[in-house]
Nanobody, 116 residues
């Protein structure tokens, strides 16, 4: 059973924008911290952005000022708005829910490609 489903990925030119969505089901969405990770070929998985149940956010230095994470609890959805995209942003972007300190739920991921 799939609990987190990402959408909105695609191929864009440098400087372009994308908005990723992560729709949650079968969890009590509003109480959990939600995260966006990314993983590029040959690279370690990187935490990109985090949003708590109260709406507090944190970002990786590499995306700060360009990406914005948000959530809509009524829609059970978390978003990642990505602006001023660079080729180095190319990766599979993965949504996760932090259920507790040792239990995380992961989505399948969505591909983002930034190229001329």
């Amino acid at each position: 059973q799939v609990q987190l489903v990402e959408s909105g990925g695609g191929s864009v030119q440098p400087g372009g924008s994308l908005r990723l969505s992560c729709a949650a089901s079968r969890i009590n969405f509003s109480i959990y911290t939600m995260n966006w990770y990314r993983q590029a070929p040959g690279k370690q998985r990187e935490l990109v952005a985090t949003i708590t149940s109260g709406g507090s956010t944190n970002y990786a230095d590499s995306v700060k000022g360009r990406f914005t994470i948000s959530r809509d609890n009524a829609k059970n959805t978390v978003y990642l708005q990505m602006n001023s995209l660079k080729p180095e942003d190319t990766a599979v972007y993965i949504c996760s829910a932090q259920l507790n300190l040792i239990n995380t739920r992961w989505g399948q991921g969505t591909q983002v490609t930034v190229s001329p």
